[in-house]
Structure formats: C-alpha cells, structure tokens
C-alpha cells in the first residue's frame, strides 16, 4: 500500500516563487526520501532525511521532517521553470519502500 | 484505481539461476514502464524504461544481457534477472504511467535474495 499521501496533488507558481510540498504517512519510518520525475521519464532521487533528522537542504532544496506528525515537507526555493516536474516523497520502513501519489509542479516564466 | 502489482513479492533463488519478476497495471493500460532497484539503505535508483512493443531503454551501467526486460503487452512488464549472483541482491521496483506525461503508480516491490 502507498503510504505516503502528497499534498497537494497540483501546484502551479511564477518562476521566482517558493513551492511547498508536503507529504503524511502512517507507520514507523527508517527515513524519507523526495524524489521528483520529469515527464515521461524515470524518477531522480533528491534527498533523504533520516528518522533522527529534522531538517536537511541540498542546494535550492529544504526538507523537514516531524516524526511526532508523520509529516515531511519539501520547499524549493526561488522556483525555475526547469524545475517543473511531478515530486514524490517515499518512505522506507522495515524493509519496504512505498511511494506516495506525487504533487505535480508547473513553474510558469 | 491505478493499482500497480508485482510478483513475486519476495524470492531467494540460488546464484547462477535466472529469476523472472512481473509487473502488472492491474486496472488501467500502461504505455510506460519503469525499473528501479533499491540496494540496503539507498535511495532508489532507474534501471531502464520499457514501452509497450518496443526494446527498452537501459540506463548507463545496466547490462542489458544481465536484466532482460520485456513489455508485451499494455499491462504486463517483466524483468528477468540472469544468471543471478549474490550481488543481485537487492530490492526491485516497477511503476506504470498510462500516458508518456502522466504520473507514475508504483508496485509493492520485489525482494531478491541470491544464495
């Protein structure tokens, strides 16, 4: 089962803005991870947070992590149009990897 | 709907014998499918994409003689892993998109383990 739950499902900004995307699960976590997919093409990975992290940036990238919520968010900030594309977070707990439904981005000119 | 299977779930199979894993599009029509495979702690890495009828698209460093992928039909995908060693050991994922711009649903995983 997809644990992960994105939110929200679509998000449409001017380039220059910031995008926030948040993701919820369920059960215990070993880590999380954002990854994004560019249309039609397979998914690159981002970065991954662990259980005992709380917060993580990777470039442009800044993902929280809360435990207590089962609750991850992931802001790119100062959007470009290149960074148009679908994100997923996806959690790895005992063994297994589940993906969420993703959030699709379209950053305008 | 968008249901997305894979079988077998799990398998451990002798090293030198091949291991077939399926991935099914259970309610819809996928013109796409993906590869992944996930070693122990890392993130999930592409192996190749398939499109219905046509060969596969490996990334770099995937042997194509070592993962034999085949998309025959719009819901059914399968990687075949040959002659499989210890090192094949890992964690493989699918996902299914129904059209080439929209989104992946992925597959519970298969879990290998070569003795």
């Known amino acids: 089962s997809q644990q992960g739950e994105e939110d929200p499902q679509a998000l449409s900004i001017q380039e220059g803005e910031n995008a926030t995307m948040n993701c919820s699960y369920k059960?215990?976590?070993?880590?999380l991870q954002w990854y994004r997919q560019n249309s039609g093409r397979g998914l690159v990975h981002l970065i991954l947070?662990?259980?005992?992290?709380r917060e993580k940036h990777s470039g442009r990238l800044r993902v929280t992590l809360d435990t207590s919520k089962k609750s991850s968010s992931l802001l790119i900030t100062a959007s470009r149009a290149a960074d148009t594309a679908s994100y997923f977070c996806?959690?790895?707990?005992?063994?297994?990897?589940?993906f969420g439904k993703g959030t699709m981005l379209l950053v305008s000119p | 709907g968008a249901v997305v299977s894979q079988h077998p779930s799990r398998v451990i199979c002798k090293s030198g014998t091949s291991v077939k894993i399926e991935c099914r599009s259970l309610?819809?029509?996928?013109?796409?499918m993906f590869w992944y495979r996930q070693f122990p702690k890392q993130s999930l890495m592409l192996m190749a994409t398939?499109?219905?009828?046509?060969?596969?698209?490996?990334e770099q460093g995937v042997e194509k003689d070592k993962f034999l992928i085949n998309h025959a039909s719009l819901t059914l995908s399968t990687l075949t892993v040959t002659s499989a060693h210890p090192e094949d050991s890992s964690f493989y994922i699918c996902?299914?998109?129904?059209?080439?711009?929209?989104?992946?649903?992925f597959g519970p995983g298969t879990r290998l383990l070569v003795l």
């Open positions: 947070i662990r259980s005992n992290e």
């Open positions: 059960t215990s976590i070993n880590n």
């Open positions: 398939s499109n219905e009828g046509s060969k596969a698209t490996y």
């Open positions: 309610d819809f029509q996928a013109t796409t």
């Open positions: 996806a959690t790895e707990g005992y063994s297994t990897l589940t």
């Open positions: 996902s299914a998109a129904r059209l080439e711009l929209e989104t992946q649903y």
